[in-house]
């Protein structure tokens, strides 16, 4: 048995435990059927098993690594000979092997009663897996920044894990009778729901076993991130246009122009996350650069920042609906609003200026951390992108100064100069302060 796992279940399976649980859950029960008949126990047990696994649940896989860390403990196992798999499903199965117990023991009552549905059953099982592996996904995450105060990054993960939960209860609403269109398929709600939260919390699993792999030691190439990418943009381009009947396409290319324009926005906005969540630093950066120009390609994949591949795939995703426009003649309008009107030239410009601001994000990012002695950079880049995003936008509406907001945010609407020139601006001025910050630093390092 994996040793991992078989700590956890000493630890959290006790005999008082293992006592306690059936005891409460039955006079739960019990009493919820003296009150009335099966409808009123079904639904509690409903309740019960949410609680159990995601809010409890989540809790417990949050804890399951930073709580080691807390404890002193997590050095020690970095270094015994468990891989990072079997650390990975030890530590998911074991810390919340618990709140499983006492799910397992109330399915019976959930499914008791005249209105009891299977499928509702299944849809609480699969929003409580997926919180607590998205809980122990972000916990791990939070590990590699190395931060202070653990407790406050414990609850920070498992807040994580419950937005996950209520994202995926959301859109696991069935309804029978109603079908998704997804690149011109048509299958029921129900089963692609369904299909697609086991994939996605496949995915996370996944990422569990990368980062942990990175916590072990273990090399680590950038192909995670960058399938998981890759894989998100398809899978939300199959949606446009067939799902937002709003949108009306008049010429051959509009549809393609659409579905690219979707996978470059979530291209753009996982590699800004992966950009904000992975360790940053000077000599991370320097050691990188250094491996590129003496490394071989398994040395240079292996110390490659994580978003690195996305910025690749935006800039490719770009220039597809670049040429893609410009092989287009027509225009596609948004039929509710005439002021949204576009020609699919807009798409063109507006994806340029979400690469150009992805860009300029990213060095921002980098600027702000690349002096490791620096607290709080992260915090403070998020002050800095509320500020350039929503505070500046905001007070020039105010000013009825609309047209200038896209040289702020990424707009399909404006004159292409407004859109383009400014955050081009930007960018150059941010590549010289990192300019600037690496001379700094490197004169600082080879003086010391």
Same mark, same amino acid.
């Not at 996950?164 to 029978?176: E, H, M, P, S």
């Not at 009778?177 to 048509?186: I, S």
């Not at 907001?405 to 383009?420: D, E, F, K, Q, T």
């Given at each position: 048995?994996?040793?991992?796992?078989?700590?956890?279940?000493?630890?959290?399976?006790?005999?008082?435990?293992?006592?306690?649980?059936?005891?409460?859950?039955?006079?739960? *029960? %019990? @009493? +919820?059927?003296? !009150?009335?008949?099966?409808?009123?126990?079904?639904?509690?047990?409903? &309740?019960?098993? #949410?609680? $159990?696994?995601?809010?409890?649940?989540?809790?417990?896989?949050?804890?399951?690594?930073?709580?080691?860390?807390?404890?002193?403990?997590?050095?020690?196992?970095?270094?015994?000979?468990?891989?990072?798999?079997?650390?990975?499903?030890?530590?998911?199965?074991?810390?919340?092997?618990?709140?499983? *117990? %006492? @799910? +397992?023991?109330? !399915?019976?009552?959930?499914?008791?009663?005249?209105?009891?549905?299977? &499928?509702?059953? #299944?849809? $609480?099982?699969?929003?409580?897996?997926?919180?607590?592996?998205?809980?122990?996904?972000?916990?791990?995450?939070?590990?590699?920044?190395?931060?202070?105060?653990?407790?406050?990054?414990?609850?920070?993960?498992?807040?994580?894990?419950?937005?996950?939960?209520?994202?995926?209860?959301?859109?696991?609403?069935?309804?029978?009778?109603?079908?998704?269109?997804?690149?011109?398929?048509?299958?029921?709600?129900?089963?692609?729901?369904?299909?697609?939260?086991?994939?996605?919390?496949?995915?996370?699993?996944?990422?569990?076993?990368?980062?942990?792999?990175?916590?072990?030691?273990?090399?680590?190439?950038?192909?995670?991130?960058?399938?998981?990418?890759?894989?998100?943009?398809?899978?939300?381009?199959?949606?446009?246009?067939?799902?937002?009947?709003?949108?009306?396409?008049?010429?051959?290319?509009?549809?393609?122009?659409?579905?690219?324009?979707?996978?470059?926005?979530?291209?753009?906005?996982?590699?800004?996350?992966?950009?904000?969540?992975?360790?940053?630093?000077?000599?991370?950066?320097?050691?990188?650069?250094?491996?590129?120009?003496?490394?071989?390609?398994?040395?240079?994949?292996?110390?490659?920042?994580?978003?690195?591949?996305?910025?690749?795939?935006?800039?490719?995703?770009?220039?597809?609906?670049?040429?893609?426009?410009?092989?287009?003649?027509?225009?596609?309008?948004?039929?509710?609003?005439?002021?949204?009107?576009?020609?699919?030239?807009?798409?063109?410009?507006?994806?340029?200026?979400?690469?150009?601001?992805?860009?300029?994000?990213?060095?921002?990012?980098?600027?702000?951390?690349?002096?490791?002695?620096?607290?709080?950079?992260?915090?403070?880049?998020?002050?800095?992108?509320?500020?350039?995003?929503?505070?500046?936008?905001?007070?020039?509406?105010?000013?009825?100064?609309?047209?200038?907001?896209?040289?702020?945010?990424?707009?399909?609407?404006?004159?292409?100069?407004?859109?383009?020139?400014?955050?081009?601006?930007?960018?150059?001025?941010?590549?010289?302060?990192?300019?600037?910050?690496?001379?700094?630093?490197?004169?600082?390092?080879?003086?010391?």
């Amino acid at each position: 048995m994996n040793p991992e796992f078989r700590r956890n279940l000493l630890l959290e399976l006790t005999l008082h435990r293992l006592v306690a649980m059936p005891l409460i859950l039955l006079l739960l *029960y %019990g @009493a +919820a059927g003296l !009150i009335d008949y099966g409808d009123t126990v079904s639904g509690i047990a409903g &309740f019960v098993i #949410l609680i $159990l696994l995601v809010a409890w649940g989540s809790r417990l896989a949050a804890d399951a690594v930073l709580g080691e860390v807390a404890g002193r403990t997590w050095d020690s196992q970095r270094m015994s000979a468990l891989g990072p798999w079997s650390m990975s499903w030890g530590k998911l199965a074991g810390s919340t092997i618990f709140v499983w *117990y %006492g @799910a +397992a023991l109330s !399915i019976p009552a959930a499914l008791y009663g005249g209105n009891a549905d299977l &499928f509702e059953l #299944l849809r $609480l099982l699969l929003v409580g897996l997926f919180s607590q592996v998205l809980a122990l996904f972000a916990s791990l995450a939070i590990q590699r920044l190395r931060p202070e105060r653990l407790r406050f990054h414990v609850t920070q993960a498992q807040i994580v894990g419950l937005v996950g939960a209520l994202i995926l209860w959301n859109l696991l609403k069935w309804d029978y009778t109603d079908v998704v269109y997804w690149y011109g398929f048509a299958p029921g709600n129900v089963e692609f729901s369904f299909l697609s939260g086991l994939i996605f919390t496949a995915w996370c699993c996944f990422g569990i076993y990368r980062l942990m792999r990175a916590e072990l030691q273990f090399r680590c190439w950038p192909v995670g991130w960058a399938g998981f990418t890759l894989f998100c943009a398809v899978y939300a381009a199959g949606f446009m246009p067939g799902r937002i009947s709003d949108f009306v396409v008049d010429t051959p290319g509009g549809e393609a122009i659409l579905q690219l324009l979707m996978a470059h926005i979530v291209i753009a906005g996982l590699t800004w996350l992966g950009a904000f969540a992975e360790p940053k630093g000077f000599v991370r950066l320097r050691r990188w650069r250094d491996t590129i120009r003496s490394g071989s390609p398994r040395e240079i994949l292996s110390v490659m920042p994580s978003w690195t591949p996305g910025l690749l795939m935006a800039l490719v995703t770009g220039a597809l609906i670049v040429v893609t426009a410009l092989l287009s003649d027509g225009r596609y309008h948004y039929a509710a609003d005439k002021y949204l009107s576009a020609g699919l030239g807009s798409a063109g410009i507006f994806s340029a200026a979400l690469l150009l601001f992805l860009l300029r994000d990213i060095g921002i990012i980098h600027f702000l951390t690349m002096d490791g002695r620096a607290k709080r950079a992260l915090l403070s880049a998020l002050v800095y992108f509320a500020a350039l995003y929503a505070l500046l936008p905001t007070i020039l509406f105010a000013l009825d100064l609309e047209d200038a907001i896209p040289a702020l945010v990424p707009s399909p609407m404006g004159n292409s100069v407004v859109v383009i020139v400014p955050v081009l601006l930007q960018v150059a001025v941010v590549g010289g302060l990192i300019g600037w910050r690496w001379a700094k630093l490197a004169r600082a390092m080879q003086s010391a």
